[in-house]
């Protein structure tokens, strides 16, 4: 699909995701990636990786090609020194995006001038829960997952947070150096998410919004943005092939809140 005009607007406040199903693809589809998005696909190990991966970074041009007059085909990227993509087209830099892929779902997150971080997890049953808490999550975070004796809880609680810290050292860009037991987020009353640090944290000052949604059963996404004080307006916009759905962040077709 090729736009020649964009045919969505990207307000100063707006955080617009889209969530993709998608198909298998077929090889002649890879045309529209740059080589080196042709060479990594080549180098998956199992076809459904490169399958996947292929349907990722087309998706992305198709996405990045609705908000800019760029095709498909003519997107450039660039990479900060922790591997973070960003747009290299001149005069295209206030469009900010971010993308994640597992099998099922790939979600691309789209802000004007604003650092975006999106994670989309398959729901996979857990070995050793206890272990991969400790090992993954800050203390206050791990006791909330374990703290609970159902299973699909503990399990709705880990995804809720791997998601939610993935879509954050998503949004700053840096990867796993930043340390993931020197953050928190934690549900208040509310049960709004608030993120706290760890004393000598590498807090960049920065206020984020975030939030978690299922996707159906079996998918888990969590968003990160710059907030820099606004309210933003988040909006999950699912792709299939016959065009899109979309919906305010309540009140989205197969989406829902964490309960
Ligand atoms: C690479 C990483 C940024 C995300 O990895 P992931 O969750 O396996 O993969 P996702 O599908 O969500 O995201 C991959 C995409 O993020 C983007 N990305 C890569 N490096 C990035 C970075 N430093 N910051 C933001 N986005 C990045 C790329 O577009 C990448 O797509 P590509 O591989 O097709 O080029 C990084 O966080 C990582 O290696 N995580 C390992 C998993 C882990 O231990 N997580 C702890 C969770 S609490």
């Known amino acids: 699909m090729l736009h020649c005009k964009p045919d969505r607007l990207l307000g100063a406040d707006d955080v617009h995701i889209h969530v993709l199903r998608p198909e298998p693809v077929k090889p002649i589809d890879a045309d529209s990636l740059d080589a080196a998005e042709r060479q990594r696909a080549q180098s998956f190990k199992f076809d459904k990786d490169r399958d996947l991966y292929i349907a990722a970074h087309l998706f992305l041009r198709q996405v990045l090609s609705r908000y800019a007059v760029v095709p498909e085909q003519d997107w450039r990227f660039s990479t900060n020194a922790y591997g973070k993509p960003a747009i290299a087209n001149p005069g295209y830099d206030w469009l900010q995006f971010n993308l994640s892929h597992t099998q ?11 650092a975006v971080g999106v994670d989309v997890e398959q729901h996979k049953s857990l070995n050793d829960l ?7 999550f800050s203390p206050p975070e791990a006791e909330h997952v374990l ?3 159902l299973p699909s809880e503990q399990e709705q609680r880990f995804f809720s947070y791997w998601t939610l810290k993935e879509a954050y050292i998503k949004a700053r860009g840096m990867g796993l150096s930043l340390p ?4 928190s987020f934690v549900q208040d009353t509310d049960r709004c998410w608030q993120l706290h ?3 000598g944290f590498q807090d960049d000052g920065e206020s984020w919004q975030f939030n978690t949604r299922r996707l159906g059963e079996s998918h888990f996404l969590a968003y990160c943005v710059q907030a820099g004080g606004c309210d ?3 909006q999950l916009i ?3 092939a016959s065009g899109d759905f979309c919906g305010s962040e309540n009140n989205f077709l197969s989406m829902r809140s964490e309960p």
């Open 232 to 234: 933003l307006s988040v």
């Open 197 to 199: 640090y760890a004393p």
């Open 238 to 240: 699912g792709a299939n």
């Open 104 to 114: 099922g779902r790939v979600a691309c997150a789209v802000a004007r001038n604003r």
């Open 147 to 149: 703290s609970t004796p």
């Open 130 to 136: 206890s272990a991969l808490c400790r090992h993954t």
């Open 180 to 183: 993931l037991h020197q953050f």
